[in-house]
């Protein structure tokens, strides 16, 4: 499949059991593929501001909540009568108290999920679903929830990593854009 999960253009092969170490073998030869591992994988999916479902997103979290409304058809929000529509539709409507975004870390080391986000003072307004080091941006980058406004971009916000808060800053994603390959019109 082409479906772009690592927010890179490319593709996503499954094979046989049995073909796995030929086809290996086969691509690996040329000189321009190397394997890459989950740690590379997940990078790549947090620079393009992609979620994993589990961690940034769950069946607890709205797609308003996690800033993917471009994902609900126009006809849909307007009929509604779909799968959550009557809390999708509240939510557009009267709006949301949290909301996911994305934050570079000032200094110190990267948050990983689950990490409390803290407010100038002192009070916990959110939390990390996703971190980890950018190697395209050579710094730290994350996402996460935060209650309203504290997730506006801009905003300066603590994370606490290891026992120590250090300072993030909101911002929007994708961190690095994308570079899809589009057919010439």
Known sequence: TRCGYTG???FEISMPTNKTVEIFEL??????????????????????????????????????????TWTIGKRRKEEGGF????????????GIKKRRFGFVVE??????????????????VGQVTSGGYSPSLGRS??????EK???KTGTTLLVEVRRKRNKVTACK?????????????
């Open 107 to 124: 200094a110190g080391a990267p948050p990983r999920g689950h990490e409390p986000l803290f407010n100038e003072a002192g009070e916990q």
């Open 27 to 68: 691509l690996t030869s040329a000189e321009e593929v190397r394997p890459i591992g989950l740690g590379a994988r997940d990078s790549l999916r947090l620079e393009a501001g992609l979620c994993l479902y589990g961690n940034d997103i769950d069946d607890d979290t709205s797609p308003v909540e996690a800033a993917l």
């Open 149 to 151: 406004p504290f997730n």
């Open 8 to 10: 890179e253009d490319g």
């Open 141 to 146: 980058i994350g996402m996460g929830y935060a």
């Open 173 to 185: 994603t994708p961190f690095v854009p994308s570079k899809y390959y589009k057919v010439p019109e």
């Open 83 to 94: 799968l959550g529509s009557d809390v999708i539709l509240k939510q557009l409507a009267d």
